[in-house]
């Protein structure tokens, strides 16, 4: 399915009555009348599909704040969650996020949840929200880069690490492609000067 | 304290396991300075990592010199002389041996209590001396140890909760580190992290003796196998160590990189994978000794 904000030419965070204005004009473009034993029937009739399913989808998260296919499905609640963590209020941020539990349904809310842990240092508890948030919304870049972040220092990986590439953290010989290709160029010129003399 | 925090020294190039060595024993050297002799026997490998990030940060280098020590006395090897970092690391750490004393004064068997309360005398006037030069580091320690107690006593079983206290105070003693104020965020979100990996490692190290001795662990609490305790564990120290490098990348380091580079990328790995092992085990897998 298509972002819901992209199929009604809508930015995210768009309020009810612009969800509402956008669906109104395009239901009446795709509208079966206007295609009424047109060979495109079909094609419009596809479109007002998911515009419905669009709209369906917006109205559910204005409703519930909720919405598990709204990529972007993030009303004003949430937004004022984000700037709690972004100011370091995560304790007041996770109180708020507990009073309406949504974590089986919002891909923000665990994402959200996630956020706040991890703004805390709490990796164990955070890392199980990133998942649960980018398996709601497996679209989301946002949630999946966090998610794989998080997923692959677990698994022991460092960012920059100068000595990556080395068995669990012991530098070995990590040039043995260049080894080995030394190795070959001083036969060669040991064969070459052979044959001079 | 720890001892989790440390290069790994076969990977060190000589000058950097000299420079290692000269600022290690420049921390006995400077305990013995500002705190008496008896306050050498203190002497630990992670507060060397705080002389190294304080000196590297402010851009001063080891003041290697020939000395003799007291422990090698017929020979003169490469010791560093004071410095700013130096000395933030010795008081640091007279005030975390006084606290983890006090500590052990409450929960530790009668043999360890008397030998913690003859220290804790011997070591009162240093104690004194150490707060008045660092009194927010004293306010921040003697905090942290009462959180952590608390949570102990409240039995709490989330690890990630039960390292809050030591994160708490890494972050601060990190912070201290900071040469110029911008630095501080960066360094409190690193010690913050390092705290939590180095309380996992403790934890995992400590289960089976607190487990026959019936004393407190987070990993017991949570009431999972020593097999399970190990993954968990494993998993937590590896995340944590991360988000310590994503913040150690970002320090603008003058010295000391190559140093701490190996104990953040080589030292603190090997650390985690050898998580559990108890001293003993340490001491017969490692080829040799730390120094």
């Known amino acids: ?197 | 304290m720890f001892g989790y925090l440390t290069p790994l020294n076969d990977e060190l190039r000589i000058r950097e396991y000299r420079a290692y060595r000269g600022v290690y024993c420049g921390l006995c050297k400077e305990l013995g300075r500002r705190y008496g002799q008896a306050s050498r026997l203190l002497l630990n490998y992670d507060l060397v990592l705080i002389a190294l990030a304080a000196d590297g940060l402010a851009g001063v280098p080891p003041q290697l010199s020939p000395e003799r020590c007291i422990a090698g006395p017929f020979a003169r090897h490469p010791i560093s002389g004071p410095t700013p970092g130096l000395a933030l690391a010795a008081d640091a750490l007279l005030l975390l041996s006084w606290y983890k004393l006090r500590d052990d004064l409450e929960d530790e068997g009668a043999l360890r209590r008397v030998v913690s309360g003859t220290a804790c005398l011997a070591l009162k006037s240093g104690y004194g001396e150490a707060t008045r030069r660092r009194p927010e580091l004293d306010a921040l320690f003697s905090r942290c140890m009462a959180r952590q107690a608390e949570l102990e006593a409240a039995g709490c079983a989330l690890p990630d909760e039960a390292a809050a206290p030591s994160a708490e105070l890494l972050s601060g003693l990190f912070a201290a580190c900071a040469a110029k104020d911008e630095q501080r965020p960066i360094l409190e979100r690193y010690g913050l992290f390092l705290g939590r990996v180095i309380y996992f490692l403790d934890a995992a190290e400590d289960f089976e003796r607190d487990a026959a001795q019936d004393r407190y662990n987070v990993f017991l609490r949570a009431g999972v196998c020593r097999e399970e305790m190990l993954c968990q564990a494993r998993a937590l120290c590896n995340m944590c160590a991360g988000e310590a490098t994503l913040c150690y990348n970002l320090l603008p380091l003058q010295e000391n990189r190559a140093l701490l580079d190996n104990v953040m990328y080589l030292g603190l790995p090997q650390s985690i994978l050898r998580i559990g092992e108890s001293q003993k085990d340490k001491r017969r897998n490692r080829h040799e000794r730390p120094i």
């Open chain 1, 1 to 197: 399915m298509r972002d819901p904000y992209e199929v009604l030419h809508l930015q995210p965070g768009a309020t009810e009555e612009e969800i509402k204005a956008a669906y109104k004009a395009l239901a009446q473009k795709y509208s079966a009348e206007n295609y009424a034993a047109s060979p495109l029937a079909e094609e419009a009739d596809r479109q007002m599909a998911e515009i419905n399913e669009a709209f369906d989808t917006l109205m559910g998260t204005l409703r519930t704040g909720a919405g598990a296919g709204a990529s972007g499905g993030r009303d004003s609640r949430y937004a004022k969650i984000r700037r709690l963590i972004n100011e370091g209020k995560a304790d007041e941020a996770l109180r708020k996020l507990q009073e309406q539990d949504e974590s089986a349904v919002s891909g923000e809310w665990n994402f959200l949840c996630a956020s706040a842990y991890y703004y805390k240092g709490w990796l164990g508890q955070a890392l199980p929200y990133f998942e649960k948030a980018s398996s709601l919304c497996p679209d989301n870049r946002e949630y999946a880069a966090a998610c794989s972040r998080l997923k692959n220092s677990a698994s022991g990986n460092m960012a920059g690490n100068p000595y990556a590439g080395t068995p669990q953290g012991v530098a070995g010989c990590s040039c043995c492609d260049m080894c080995t290709a030394l190795m070959c160029v001083d036969l060669c010129c040991g064969f070459g000067r052979g044959g001079c003399c």
